[in-house]
């Protein structure tokens, strides 16, 4: 029979009952059963009982062993019994870092960097998991950027409107 674990979060395996022994696997380890019914702690498993005994036997046991990394199962199986990771987490919003990159290279410095700052937070906040603050960071981004935009392209239109005049006064 094989078996999920959880380690530090991730969802990993599948595992047969001799690789968890060879793993270290302690008794409070989660384990997920093969029928998928959800997480319980490995020395609730009847079948792991002799491996996780024979793991604290041994001299150099480790409370975090090294689990090699393999694909996760589904994020519904993976989260289903774990009340600490909200599975309901908000998208992260537009972040506007290119566009305020291009703008503050190409176009209009001062709105420029004020909406680059603004995209920089945006990822910040939302890795806080500050979902409100993030939306109105890039929010703030965008505005920048598109005032941004605009006052860079009039300008540059009024700068052509007036090397255009120049020049035709000059060829009078």
């Given amino acids: 029979m094989e078996y999920y674990i959880n380690?530090?979060?991730?969802?990993?395996g599948p595992f047969t009952v001799e690789e968890l022994e060879r793993f270290k696997v302690s008794a409070n380890t989660l384990v997920s059963l093969?029928?998928?019914s959800g997480w319980i702690e490995a020395s609730k498993v009847n079948e792991l009982k002799e491996a996780i005994e024979d793991s604290t036997t041994n001299t150099d046991f480790h409370a975090t062993p090294y689990i090699p990394t393999t694909a996760p199962i589904s994020h519904e199986a993976q989260y289903a019994t774990q009340p600490r990771?909200?599975?309901h987490?908000?998208?992260?919003p537009k972040?506007?870092?290119v566009e305020s990159v291009l703008m503050?290279?190409?176009?209009?410095l001062p709105f420029g960097i004020l909406a680059l700052i603004k995209s920089l937070r945006v990822e910040e906040l939302h890795t806080q998991r500050d979902y409100k603050g993030a939306k109105e960071a890039s929010k703030q981004a965008g505005n920048y950027f598109y005032v941004g935009l605009f006052s860079g392209l009039f300008f540059w239109f009024i700068y052509v409107a007036l090397i255009t005049v120049?020049?035709?006064v000059e060829n009078r």
């Fill in 7 to 12: 380690h530090r979060g991730i969802s990993k």
């Fill in 34 to 36: 093969p029928d998928g």
């Fill in 85 to 87: 990771f909200n599975k």
């Fill in 89 to 92: 987490t908000e998208p992260c």
């Fill in 95 to 97: 972040n506007w870092l």
């Fill in 104 to 108: 503050t290279s190409i176009c209009c």
């Fill in 166 to 168: 120049a020049v035709a």
